[in-house]
């Protein structure tokens, strides 16, 4: 008996080990991949900000904090970028998740042909943004101003994308409007979910629309919203496609994100090294907003 039971602790130890070798081995393919193609490119991505290099040359002088020094004491373009990424990212989050809500409310009513409409509806989804962005920017510059001009609305008879004042929200229009797909499905599905039994229960009870709405299908699309936050947050402070087909980061720079300066800074400008420090400001704040959200959201884990 006991040497049955030493047998069979010696078989377990042998199975054990086997599958640690196995996952072992299906792990490695992946660590090497992860770590040839995002881990080494980040260190390397360090040390180039740490020097002056431009991209060419091979010529490379270690500078040390140099360049980090320069985005915060003498690049007011950085600054500048900064701010438009901030009220860009929270004009963007705002209407998505308003705008958001509120179609998905529609399109979960049974009507006749609301199969097509959803369809039509997720189509700017699958469309190309610098496409979109290349559509709209005619339309901005030959149909807005002369309908403008036939209703009579002065802010509407030029283009917009030419006005320092009013391109942050051409280019916000056009966002939205090719962002809102996504977020729309993932609110359709989420009040999909939610029992039709709360809502006729609550009619009984004599609760109202908005007190439905408050208590039984916003609690249920808080985790749909979480998703969407991030999602949407990401999307406002990574734009550069629909800037660079529609203004370029023009007119007189107001409408550069940080994105579109690093851009400008690596291949227009040659300042390699500079245009990496920017990102890796960047990647730090974005980090920062990441553990903020975490510590947010595991606080309102231990509150239920």
Known sequence: MANRKKKQGTTNQ???????????????????????FFIYPV???????????????????????????????????????????????????????VLGI???LILNHKVKG??????????????????????????FYRVVPTVGKALGIEALSTN??????????GILFVSVWQGLAMPTVLFLAGLQTIPTDLYESA????????????????????????????L?????LGIFDLIVALTDGGPARTTESVSYLVYADAFKNNKFSFAIAESVVVGMILALISVVQIIFQNKKKVNR
Not at 160 to 169: N, T, V, W
Not at 232 to 236: A, E, Q
């Open 160 to 169: 917009i994308l030419g006005s320092k004042q009013l391109a942050i929200y």
């Open 14 to 36: 042998v199975v054990a080990r086997s599958r640690r070798l196995t996952f072992l081995a299906f792990s490695i393919p992946g660590i090497f991949l992860y770590s040839m």
């Open 232 to 236: 949407s947050v990401k999307g406002g």
């Open 203 to 230: 009619m009984i009870d004599g609760a109202n629309s908005w007190q439905r709405f408050k208590f039984i299908t916003m609690p249920f699309l808080i985790p749909v919203i979480t998703v969407v936050l991030i």
């Open 102 to 104: 509120f179609l998905a």
């Open 43 to 97: 260190l390397m991505g360090i040390y180039y900000s740490l020097t002056d290099w431009n991209g060419i040359s091979r010529n490379v002088n270690f500078i040390g904090l140099a360049n980090y020094v320069k985005i915060f004491t003498k690049s007011p373009r950085f600054r500048n970028a900064i701010t438009f990424n901030l009220r860009y990212t929270v004009m963007y989050v705002a209407l998505i998740l």
């Open 114 to 139: 609301i199969t097509f409409f959803r369809a039509a509806f997720f189509l700017p989804a699958v469309l190309c943004g610098v496409t979109v962005g290349l559509i709209y920017g005619q339309i």
